[in-house]
């Protein structure tokens, strides 16, 4: 594993290097892997990852009616769609799609996953986006609490992927400590561990690429 003085080099580099902003940039992982065959969907990387580190407020959608709407509400999440609206979405692709793409999670009761297969599966599977099913009786705060600091990376069919992992006002050693979560994470999941990975790069959303390993 990457030792962290290694990383949090890397990072420091990272945001020196970043031509100065008025504005607050993201920082990103970059991982490239080898030696895996991502025809196989055994091998494809799809984790949603606690981070020691907020990096900022996550959007997240709840799907459902009844208890889960007041726990919805409770909970502060972002929007709260019903039995109707997933259908009626169904029916407006372009804004079906713009939702999938405004809001990172998505919980949903159990009882309207039929719906949202049928109406809305077309729509967030593809981004991985597939609501998370919340039984008739389960407090969802705390699991809107973890996904709000947590993110979601995934390779698809590809030998690389990419996922925030920190901004610019966060300190060097702050962002580390989410570089090293995403990493062992995804070293966990490849058959030969850091054997499968050809190279690790850090960078602002402007500036340049550095390698950390």
Do not use: C
């Not at 996922?163 to 490849?190: C, F, H, P, Q, Y």
Request: cysteine-free.
């Amino acid at each position: 594993m990457v030792d962290k003085t290694q990383i949090i080099s890397a990072v420091t580099a990272a945001m020196e290097q970043a031509p100065k902003r008025k504005f607050q940039e993201s920082i990103d992982i970059t991982i490239n892997l080898k030696h895996v065959d991502m025809a196989q969907p055994k091998n494809r990387i799809d984790e949603t990852i606690l981070l020691p580190q907020a990096i900022g407020v996550k959007k997240i959608a709840v799907l459902g009616k009844g208890d889960i709407v007041s726990q919805a509400r409770n909970a502060g999440v972002d929007i709260i769609i019903g039995p109707e609206e997933i259908e009626r979405l169904g029916g407006a692709p372009r804004e079906a799609r713009k939702l999938a793409g405004q809001y990172d999670y998505f919980l949903a009761e159990t009882a309207v996953m039929p719906l949202v297969g049928r109406w809305l599966g077309q729509r967030l599977g593809p981004r991985g986006k597939m609501p998370q099913p919340i039984p008739m009786g389960q407090d969802i705060t705390p699991i809107v609490e973890r996904l709000r600091n947590s993110v979601k990376i995934r390779s698809k069919d590809r030998l690389n992927m990419s996922v925030k992992i920190g901004n610019t006002a966060m300190s060097a050693e702050a962002v580390a400590e989410n570089v090293d979560a995403v990493l062992k994470r995804v070293l966990g999941r490849l058959e030969n561990g850091e054997l499968n990975v050809r190279s690790v790069y850090v960078k602002t959303t402007m500036g340049p690429a550095v390698k950390v390993m």
